[in-house]
């Protein structure tokens, strides 16, 4: 009966030493294969950072020269409107009105935001606040495309109609400047300042999501 169970004792010791042997080598390889896809995970997610850069700083050149045309176009309509002075001339409201048939639109590059988003590899950037900045800033881009279509339906639909009416395009003068103080004119235009006002505070808070991201990538 001894020997029976000294020999029993001796194959379950075996078949334990067995069993950790495998159970060893199946968890090395776990832990081996979820550190490989840690590794192509961080390193797709740095391919990633690195385009974004890119974007980012593309757009805020872009950015930077909308603000300053809406900023000029905004600050010469109100002059017109509320303020000409002793100085301003014919030539002046002929600027404003000129520029006021300008339209800006932002076009932000969105391809590795996109490929990011339909791959599901957002989730990949493990960084909360980071991650809310991204998808925060890339998500205003319908905004500010629903503003400018604002501005641009504006235009072509009200003041388009004003110069065609008023105006000799070969000579590039208006047959006309009495309009300039009337009525419908003057409202024309000032909804035109409403729309471009909004698209300017609009523009300066993308633009200060721009820098906010692009900090938290240098991090």
Avoid: C, P
Avoid at 70 to 87: A, C, I, V
Avoid at 160 to 189: A, H, Q
Wanted: aromatic letters at 14%; hydrophobic letters at 40%.
């Amino acid at each position: 009966m001894k020997n029976f169970i000294k020999e029993a004792f001796k194959k379950w010791k075996f078949y334990f030493l067995e069993l950790m042997v495998v159970f060893i080598g199946v968890t090395s390889a776990f832990l081996l294969n979820t550190w490989w896809e840690n590794q192509l995970d961080k390193n797709q997610v740095n391919e990633y950072i690195k385009s974004i850069k890119l974007d980012l700083a593309e757009d805020h050149e872009n950015l930077t020269e909308n603000i300053k045309f809406l900023k000029n176009s905004t600050e010469k309509l109100k002059r017109f409107l509320y303020d000409q002075g002793d100085h301003w001339t014919d030539d002046s409201t002929m600027v404003v009105v000129s520029n006021s048939l300008q339209f800006v639109s932002f076009s932000g590059k969105t391809s590795t935001y996109e490929s990011m988003k339909y791959s599901g590899h957002i989730n990949l950037i493990r960084d909360f606040e980071l991650r809310t900045a991204l998808v925060s800033y890339y998500e205003g881009f319908s905004h500010i495309a629903f503003l400018d279509d604002l501005s641009q339906n504006w235009i072509t639909g009200q003041l388009l109609e004003l110069f065609l009416e008023n105006m000799d395009m070969s000579k590039g003068i208006f047959l006309d400047t009495s309009i300039f103080g009337e009525l419908t004119f003057i409202n024309k235009y000032s909804g035109l300042l409403v729309l471009l006002d909004q698209n300017y505070r609009a523009y300066k808070q993308l633009l200060e999501e721009n820098k906010k991201l692009t900090e938290l990538l240098e991090r």
